[in-house]
T-cell receptor
């Protein structure tokens, strides 16, 4: 089983649609969680961190369920510019509680928003 | 954008040659990382550094070595490049281990 698994996609949605991405992680000791987006042939860029209480940034909402080891990202009112690959990212943490920032990436879900 | 510069941006070389990639940061961040990205595998951690002269292996460290002699520079070396090391290499930095990382523009490396 992969440490971080995402919906394989691809997702192809019209402008204005709402789309949801899901992600599960296997290490219950994981400490922090992120969504990144990556445009074609570009570097990953942080979209948002994910907190247990849930958090929202404009049209984007992220949720974390530690009990189910599940992370989600909701995009409302999709724009053409949202077309990208979305990466679910987990910081595994380490023994003793010190985090060295060793991230594990999901393989990504491709989103295409069309007119 | 975070002050991260990777060099070179593109490189083509032959099997068996040594290759060094450089990551330079102007943020004075403690942590630096090298990842590779390949189709079907996503991003995978090669090596990381948690301070000057403090480095450790990631999940795909075989065939790679790193050095960090000063805060701003983190070097990745392929001692004898192989075709399996053809990839896109990303450097990342962060100030604290549990904080998000910020990535450089990447280096596209082709080993023929």
């Amino acid at each position: 089983r992969k440490e971080v698994e995402q919906d394989p996609g691809p997702f192809n949605v019209p402008e204005g649609a709402t789309v949801a991405f899901n992600c599960t992680y296997s290490n219950s000791a994981s400490q922090s969680f992120f969504w990144y987006r990556q445009d074609c042939r570009k570097e990953p860029k942080l979209l948002m961190s994910v907190y247990s209480s849930g958090n929202e940034d404009g049209r984007f909402t992220a949720q974390l369920n530690r009990a189910s080891q599940y992370i989600s990202l909701l995009i409302r009112d999709s724009k053409l510019s949202d077309s990208a690959t979305y990466l679910c990212v987990v910081n595994k943490g380490s023994a003793g509680g010190t985090s060295y920032g060793k991230l594990t990436f999901g393989q990504g879900t491709i989103l295409t928003v069309h007119p | 954008d975070a002050g991260i510069t990777q060099s070179p941006r593109h490189k083509v070389t032959e099997t068996g040659t040594p290759v060094t990639l450089r990551c330079h940061q102007t943020e004075n961040h403690r942590y630096m990382y090298w990842y590779r990205q390949d189709p079907g595998h996503g991003l995978r951690l090669i090596h990381y550094s948690y301070g000057v002269k403090d480095t450790d292996k990631g999940e795909v460290s075989d065939g790679y070595s790193v050095s960090r002699s000063k805060t701003e520079d983190f070097l990745l070396t392929l001692e004898s490049a192989t075709s399996s090391q053809t990839s896109v290499y990303f450097c990342a930095i962060t100030s604290e281990g549990n904080q998000p990382q910020h990535f450089g523009d990447g280096t596209r490396l082709s080993i023929l």
